[in-house]
Every structure is written in structure tokens, then in C-alpha cells.
């Protein structure tokens, strides 16, 4: 196997592979923005430069492949300070009015209400605390003391009922037209033309609703606050928030989803990375079909009918009408005068329980679900 | 399933029938697509051009129905033009003479003809059908709600079986479930005919093991009734009592108006689901269950995957879990049950009971889920079945299969063939997508699609109401004229309760199986003529 050094590492290598899945092999860390696994990397960000010994410029690891002898710095003074630079710039980019904190005090308070006018932004960004770029800004140490933020001119579109595309916050990254075009493919957003386009020559990954199909993909992915869901906004910060790991409820592909819970309320859904069989993939049913749980229609007692109506009862007499009845008509008629149908959406132990009570307390195989629909 | 979704981004040719991936599976369709963009060849056979027909190598609109005569001219190319696998059919299969018997009745121009494709295509998509090893064929709904979907499906199976795709990786046999457990529910014995992990109810031995599991003297040794038998039992008389657990029957049964008649006929009907709904209405107890999300458990997905299901909440009310709800009917029958908890059902009782769920425990699907058949503790699962041609029953069984046209077929008065299925944004009646925001808005009706063509012919435009009549109702509903379904078909849902197409859906059956015929009825489309009177003048 071929070697390289990495941060005066010797570490072996298979050809075809990245400097950046040399390093993700071997723990050694690189930051980036825009690479999405399964898709093919862009170096649009430049955030995961590193040092090449011989190579005049820094290089972006995400697509430069991995090459014997190489020496790979990949902290060193010189990446850090053109990484830092590449994050300030993205920063100023935009509204991301959770950094504007940092800024000295002469200009804080005139932008911070310039960019809470703006529509969505009468909260915090609804990636607070759940954001890339955010987090690297900390780690790096970026001040907006000195930069012109641009947070007018971004285009903004909420006029679907689950996302919101509020450009403002948008890096360019590119990650949700992989998502979409590569991942999903839907082909919802077009890809630019010509030479890598960013803000600065107005363009943004707009949506082309005749492909889209909501599936939401492309937010998971957004490095930063410029897509979200609107069922979610202004529901909960992430770090009120609690990820428990379930199965989507809906078709029989069985998608793994994270249900993001505060106070027993689900306030968003996504998709399980690296696991099967969906990594980490939804469609619009899984992501955003949550809700009924919730709903104020849900049958909250047990319920005996009355003439032309239903009146509620306590669990013991409705249960005891029931075995009475049941009782009765097996007495009179047979165990196969009474039938079930079990429920397909439910849990298996729900299923066996029934098919068990048929069996072997009423007696009979009068038993079936929609199996076959 | 025999195979499994991870495979798909790895197949190098799928064959596709019946099956509107994009959206019913959305996130399998993601993997074919991928597929597909690394250089996969995808064959799609379905009378509607829709939407994974745009990733596809080659289209095949064959006709609603004509599936076995279309596979079967298929297979006569495959042996008369010696492209099927020898090897594996000779060692691996059985029944091959007969096989040959019956599709040398079935030459290209037979099928073609049938399926309303041209002969070259047919023997197109034979020869590209040998041309890749192992395919993957996917089908759904399309191929077995037939009045001969089980014919349907050991056609299919065939067919995979001559060009000796079973038993492999990236091969298979892959019906998608529809829906999320529906493969969990027959696993669980919610059949009439098998206990947990399919053991025959007519096998003594079997009912002996359940009789000691269960604690009980004698169970019931034959097979009982299917749910259409029941419904019919219901208006006879010969079942008087009728338990429905979380379906809405009410809509998702064709034709609703019979439907309805069967439920009112019922002398004693219990229902048990987290909402009201047309079917609780006919009730004579109701009782509120616990939803998703306020119970922990298993649901089992296509590929036999056994996957946990979290609680984050308490149901509301007095809602209680579905389990706990039937322990305390077995109670007041004198059986005390044991099990207290979903968890205890599945780890003391279900994979005890049923061998290929045997070393799937709680603690080992914490993470990801494991695919049955699963021995034992140590086993990890499987991921394809058939493996190295190891039938369950031994040899793989050729079973030849005569096509027969649906039970209702066009004709002057009902010119149009009604095909029926679901569409993205919602999930059958809607109880649960109909209540979860934003939803709605992506969908808020149901529409009736027609061609272009016959749009044309009844003088009606896009999003104008039209009505559909059948033989046993007649709804009105906007037509979405679009190009994706062909001349002579309407196709619709059956999601809202108002222009729903089991209003006109046929009450026919599977004579084995009792799957409905969902996909095939006669309709007549018309123009809905405003009322008479003068005409406003309107630019
Ligand atoms: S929601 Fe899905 S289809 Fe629509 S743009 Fe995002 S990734 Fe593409
Ligand atoms: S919207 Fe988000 S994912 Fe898309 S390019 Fe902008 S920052 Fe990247
Ligand atoms: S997220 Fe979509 S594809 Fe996945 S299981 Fe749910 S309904 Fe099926």
C-alpha cells in the first residue's frame, strides 16, 4: 500500500482516495462546509485547505486524491489563517446576526435590528446552537468587528408550506443541490452553469417546484440557518432540544428518523446518518408527517353508543361490555361468529397480541389484516 | 422482500413493474436512482408513465392487467432465443418442462399484443433482461391487486427463476410493502391461516406448541376467515361480532357503498384507533389506542428488517396501548397474561415462538434493526434470501400460469379502465397525513388523471371537474390531465373521503389470496354540464 505523511504521520493509503478519506480514516480532523458524503465533493467552501509540501497554494482536501510521499500539514499557522479568512468572508456574506454579537459595540445594536426586521429573523436563527458555520466561526476564533455585513438584496422564498429559503443566511455551499440533484435526485435545483458562481455574481440555489417533492433533504443538509422548516420555527433551541431515534410510521421501507422532542412535543424530524436502511434519507411523509400525534381530534376516552350518539365510559364498563357481548355471541354461535382485523401500521407485539386473544381466548382463526393492500 | 435496499445502489439492472416507487417507496426510489446515475439500466413495465420512468434505460407501457401474458411472451423469447440461465433452472429448479409447456403458448406477438406494445419491444426488453447479471425485480401493488395477483406474482417469480436471478446478492424477488408493517403483521400470525412465523394452523404439531405456549386446552385447527369472507359473513349473519383494530375499512375497501352495508349489518362492532373516522361511526364501542410515539415496539419493514419504535410521549386521555387494551379482554375470559409491556411480548413470547425471529432480542436491535430469518443470538441476520439456490422447500418450483383479463374489462358503456393507488404527499384515508401540517396544502383534493387525449375528446381542461362513473357509484372530481397516464385509463387515490375511487372500485377478488382488484374497473368519464340556463357572458 502506498504511504503520505500527514502532520508528520506516516499513514497508508488506497489509490482513489482523498486526502480528506485519508485523514477521516486515520482520526485526524479537517473541517469543512460543503463536502456531503455520497455526493461528489465540489471544494466550493475552501474550508478544508490543508499544506502540501511543493504545492505553491494551499489545496482543498475534499477533492485533491491522496498521492505516495505526499506531507500534509493540516493545522498548521498557514491553514488556520486562510481558513479563518474563508470563514469571515462567508460570515459577512450574509445575516447571521448570531455573530453580530461579537461585534464591538459602536455598530452592534444598528445592525442587529436591521437584520431582526428583516422577515423570519424577529428570533435568533433557527440553527442557533445546530449550525456549521457557527460552530467554526467559534472554533476559529472569527470577530465581525470589521466586516460589512450583507444582509439586504437576498432573496427569500417561504411560499411552500414546509421550508423556508431565506438566502440571507446562505454560503453558497452548494450542499443542497447535491442533496437534491445526487442524493434524492428530484433535480429540484439547478445546477449553475459555467465556472463555480457564488453571491457575488447573484446566484442562489433556487427551487424548481415542478421537481421538488418536499422531501426536506436538502435542509437537513444546509450547513447553516438559510433552510429550515417552518413547522419548526421558533419552537425550541437546540439545546432544549432531546433526539430519540425511531421508525417512520408510514411505508414499508422503514426509514430510521431522529425525533427532535422538547417537552414531549415533536418539533422536527430528520433522517439517521449511516444507518440502514435509509441513511439518513426522508421523503416528505416521514419528515414531516409528525404531527397528528398531536392533534386535539384524538380519541381520548372509550366510547359506548347511544342512540344516535356516542357517550364516554370508563375503561372497566366499555371493556366489560365487550367481553360480555363477546361472551354471549361465542356462546350462542360459536367462537367463528366473531371476527378481527388486525392493524398493518401498528407495532408487531400489537399484532401477535391480537391474533393471540382470536386464538386462543375466542377460539377461532377469524383472523386477518390488510395484508395484501 | 429477498433482497435488501442496501443492495439497490449497488444492482447493476432493475426491472421494475407495477410499482410507483417515487411515490409509494420515495427513499428505496433513491437508491435506484443512484443506481441508475453510476451506470444501472432500469427497465419500467406500467401502463403510467410516471415519474422513475425518467431515470429509465427502457419503457414499457404495457396495458392494466395484461402483466402474466406479458410475462410469459417474455420467458418464450428467453428460451426460444436460449438467453435463459441453464445452470441455475437444471439444478436449482424444478418444473421447467411444464414452464416451456405453457409459455410456448404465449409467442411475442401474443403478448405484445395483450400488453399493447409492439413486438420488437417486447423482445427488446427480453433480450436487455438477459443481457445484465443478477437483476433485481421490484414490484408493488400493481402486480397483486388483480383478481389474479397471485398468478401475477409466481409469474414474476418465474421469470426470475429462468434467468436464475434468486439466491443473489443485488437478484431477487422484491416486493415493496406498502405499508410500514404489513410485513410485521403477517410475521405476527394476523392471519387465518398461520401463527407467528407462518406455522400452519392445520399442523397439529404446530397448534400443540402454541396450546403449551399459551396455556390453553385446544385451538381452533381450521383456517379461518379473510377479511372480504368476513364482511360478507357480516351481511349472512354468520358473524355477529367484528373487531377492527386502526384500519379505516369504510374507505380503503372498494366500493364503499357495500362497504357500509356490511359494517351497519355487523350486531356487534368494536373499534380501536386513535381517531374518529367513517369506520368508527358504525361502532357500537369504541376504544382509544395509543399512537406512534406513545408506545414502545417493533415495526418490521419490507426487507424483513426488525426495527424498534420509541415513546416520547403518554397517550392523550385515556388512550391506552393496543396490547394492554387485549390483555384485559383476555382477562375478563379468565387468562391471565404475563407479558406487560411490549418488550416483554416480544422478547418472552414472539421470538420464542416464531424460529426465524428467534435471535432478534430487544437489547440487539438498540441501533439499527435486524432482517429475519435470525436464529439465534449470535446470528447477524440476513440479507438476501435463497441463497446458493436453497429454496425453502428445497428446489425452486416453476409454476406456470395461464393470463386472464380483469374481471371487468371496457366495453361501450364503461369505456375507460379505473387503476387506483397513492400518491405522495398522503397516506391512504389520511387520518394521520390529513392531520400533520402543511400536508394538506401540498395536497387538498383528490383528482382523477387522464390523458391529454381523452381530455380532449369530452371537451375538459386541467383542474376542471369531471365526473367518473362505474357500475357501482359515480364521484365527481377534478381531472389533472397530464401526459404520464395514457389514453383510455383514469387513475386516482383514494385518500380524501369525497371523490374517492373506491366509490367505483370493483368488489372482486384473488380467488386465494381475496386481494382486491384495486387496480382494474371499467369507468366512464363525462363532462359536468352547469346547470341550464343562460350562459353568462364571461371574458
Ligand atoms: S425539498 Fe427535496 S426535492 Fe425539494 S429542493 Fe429540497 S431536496 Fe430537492
Ligand atoms: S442553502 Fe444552505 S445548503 Fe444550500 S448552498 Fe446555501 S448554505 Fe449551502
Ligand atoms: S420516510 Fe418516506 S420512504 Fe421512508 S419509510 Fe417513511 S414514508 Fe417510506
Not at chain 1, 104 to 114: I, V, Y
Not at chain 2, 267 to 273: I, Y
Not at chain 2, 400 to 422: F, H, K, N
Request: hydrophobic share 35%; glycine share 8%.
Amino acid at each position: 500500500m502506498p504511504e503520505l505523511e500527514i502532520n508528520n504521520r506516516v499513514v497508508s493509503f488506497k489509490k482513489g482516495q482523498t486526502i480528506l478519506e485519508v485523514a477521516e480514516k486515520n482520526g485526524i480532523n479537517i473541517p469543512t462546509l460543503c463536502y456531503l458524503a455520497g455526493a461528489a465533493p465540489t471544494g466550493r467552501c475552501r474550508i478544508c485547505l490543508v499544506q502540501v509540501e511543493g504545492s505553491d497554494r494551499l489545496l482543498t482536501a475534499c477533492d485533491t486524491p491522496a498521492g505516495e510521499g505526499m506531507k500534509i500539514l493540516t493545522d498548521s499557522p498557514t491553514v488556520r489563517n486562510a481558513r479563518k479568512t474563508n470563514i469571515e468572508m462567508l460570515i459577512a456574506s450574509g445575516a447571521h446576526n448570531c455573530l453580530i454579537m461579537d461585534q464591538s459595540s459602536k455598530n452592534w445594536t444598528e445592525n442587529q435590528s436591521k437584520i431582526m426586521g428583516q422577515p423570519w429573523h424577529n428570533i435568533m436563527c433557527p440553527s442557533y446552537g445546530d449550525c456549521r458555520l457557527q460552530d467554526l466561526a467559534i472554533e476559529y476564533g472569527v470577530r465581525a468587528d470589521d466586516l460589512e455585513l450583507n444582509y439586504e438584496g437576498h432573496p427569500l422564498d417561504d411560499a411552500t408550506p414546509m421550508i423556508v429559503r431565506d438566502f440571507s443566511r446562505c454560503i453558497g455551499c452548494g450542499r443542497c443541490i447535491q442533496a437534491c440533484n445526487e442524493i434524492q435526485v428530484n433535480r429540484a435545483i439547478p445546477e449553475p452553469y459555467g465556472p463555480r458562481k457564488d453571491h457575488s455574481q447573484g446566484w442562489y440555489p433556487l427551487v424548481d417546484y415542478d421537481y421538488c417533492t418536499h422531501c426536506g433533504q436538502c435542509v437537513q443538509v444546509c450547513p447553516t440557518g438559510a433552510l429550515f422548516e417552518k413547522k419548526a420555527f421558533g419552537k425550541a433551541a437546540a439545546n432544549e432540544i432531546k433526539k430519540v431515534r425511531t421508525t417512520c410510521p408510514y411505508c414499508g421501507v422503514g426509514c430510521q428518523l431522529w425525533l427532535h422532542v422538547k417537552d414531549n412535543k415533536i418539533i422536527r424530524v430528520s433522517g439517521v446518518e449511516n444507518a440502514e436502511p435509509n441513511h439518513g434519507r426522508l421523503c416528505v411523509k416521514g419528515r414531516f408527517g409528525y404531527d397528528f400525534i398531536h392533534s386535539g381530534e384524538r380519541l381520548t376516552s372509550p366510547l359506548i353508543r347511544e342512540k344516535d350518539g356516542f357517550r364516554e365510559a370508563s375503561w372497566d364498563e366499555a371493556l366489560d361490555l365487550v367481553a360480555n357481548r363477546f361472551k354471549d355471541i361465542i356462546k350462542k354461535h360459536g367462537p367463528d361468529a366473531v371476527a378481527g382485523v388486525s392493524c398493518a401500521r401498528s407495532i408487531n407485539e400489537d399484532s401477535y397480541q391480537m391474533q393471540k386473544l382470536f386464538r386462543s381466548v375466542f377460539g377461532t382463526n377469524n383472523i386477518d389484516h390488510c395484508a395484501r393492500t | 422482500m429477498t433482497n435488501s435496499f442496501s443492495e439497490f445502489a449497488k444492482a447493476k439492472m432493475f426491472f421494475v413493474i407495477g410499482s410507483n416507487m417515487t411515490e409509494a417507496h420515495p427513499v428505496a426510489a433513491t437508491f435506484v436512482k443512484n443506481a441508475v446515475m453510476k451506470g444501472a439500466e432500469l427497465i419500467v413495465a406500467d401502463p403510467r408513465r410516471h415519474a422513475l420512468v425518467d431515470h429509465a434505460s427502457l419503457y414499457v407501457p404495457i396495458k392494466v392487467g395484461s402483466d402474466i401474458a406479458f410475462i410469459n411472451s417474455l420467458m418464450h423469447v428467453l428460451i426460444t432465443e436460449d438467453l435463459y440461465d441453464k445452470k441455475f433452472t437444471n439444478s436449482c429448479c424444478v418444473g421447467f418442462d411444464e414452464l416451456k409447456a405453457k409459455v410456448m403458448e404465449y409467442p411475442p406477438e401474443r403478448g405484445a399484443e395483450i400488453a399493447g406494445i409492439s413486438v420488437d419491444l417486447l423482445k427488446e426488453t427480453a433480450r436487455r433482461l438477459a443481457s445484465v447479471k443478477p437483476a433485481m425485480l421490484c414490484y408493488t401493488l400493481g402486480i397483486t391487486e388483480h383478481s389474479c395477483g397471485k398468478n401475477n406474482v409466481m409469474s414474476v417469480a418465474n421469470l426470475q427463476m429462468l434467468l436464475g436471478n434468486m439466491g443473489v446478492e443485488c437478484g431477487g424477488v422484491n416486493p415493496l410493502r406498502g405499508q410500514n408493517n404489513v410485513q410485521g403483521a403477517c410475521d405476527m400470525g394476523a392471519l387465518p391461516n398461520v401463527f407467528p412465523g407462518y406455522q400452519k394452523v392445520v399442523d397439529p404439531a404446530s397448534r400443540a406448541k402454541f396450546e403449551k405456549a399459551w396455556g390453553v386446552k385446544k385451538l381452533p385447527d381450521k383456517n379461518g376467515l379473510m377479511i372480504p369472507h368476513m364482511m360478507e359473513g357480516l351481511v349472512d349473519g354468520s358473524v355477529k361480532a367484528f373487531y377492527i383494530f386502526g384500519e379505516n375499512l369504510a374507505n380503503t375497501e372498494p366500493d364503499i357503498r357495500h362497504v357500509e352495508h356490511c359494517l351497519e349489518s355487523a350486531e356487534f362492532l368494536v373499534c380501536q384507533d386513535i381517531f374518529p373516522n367513517e369506520t368508527t361511526r358504525f361502532a357500537h364501542v369504541i376504544f382509544p389506542s395509543a399512537a406512534w410515539c406513545e408506545d414502545d415496539g417493533t415495526f418490521t419493514n419490507s426487507e424483513r428488517r426488525v426495527n424498534r419504535v420509541r415513546k416520547i410521549v403518554e397517550p392523550p386521555g385515556q388512550a391506552k396501548p393496543n396490547w394492554w387494551i387485549m390483555k384485559q379482554i383476555a382477562k375478563r375470559f379468565g387468562h391471565d397474561w404475563k407479558s406487560d409491556s411490549a418488550k416483554e411480548i416480544w422478547d418472552d413470547e414472539v421470538s420464542v415462538l416464531a424460529p426465524s425471529l428467534s435471535g432478534i432480542k430487544y437489547y440487539r436491535i438498540e441501533n439499527d434493526g435486524l432482517q429475519w430469518p435470525c436464529p439465534n443470538t449470535e446470528h447477524g441476520g440476513t440479507c438476501f434470501l435463497h441463497q446458493d439456490g436453497q429454496f425453502s422447500c428445497g428446489l425452486g418450483q416453476f409454476m406456470p400460469v395461464d393470463w386472464t383479463p380483469p374481471r371487468e374489462v371496457p366495453d361501450a358503456e364503461y369505456p375507460m379502465v379505473l387503476s387506483t393507488g397513492r400518491r405522495l404527499y398522503h397516506y391512504h384515508t389520511r387520518t394521520q397525513t390529513g392531520r400533520s401540517g402543511g400536508l394538506n396544502d401540498l395536497l387538498g383534493e383528490e383528482t382523477a388523471d387522464i390523458s391529454p387525449i381523452d381530455a380532449e375528446s369530452i371537451g375538459v381542461n386541467h383542474n376542471e371537474k369531471i365526473r367518473v362513473i362505474s357500475r357501482r357509484g359515480s364521484v365527481e372530481v377534478k381531472a389533472n390531465v397530464t401526459p404520464r397516464v395514457p389514453k383510455g385509463m383514469v387513475w386516482m387515490a383514494f385518500h380524501f373521503r369525497e371523490g374517492n375511487a373506491n366509490w367505483l372500485t370493483n368488489p372482486v377478488y384473488d380467488p386465494e389470496t381475496l386481494t382486491a382488484e384495486y387496480k382494474a374497473c371499467s369507468v366512464r368519464i363525462e363532462k359536468i354540464f352547469k346547470k341550464k340556463g343562460r350562459i353568462p357572458f364571461s371574458f
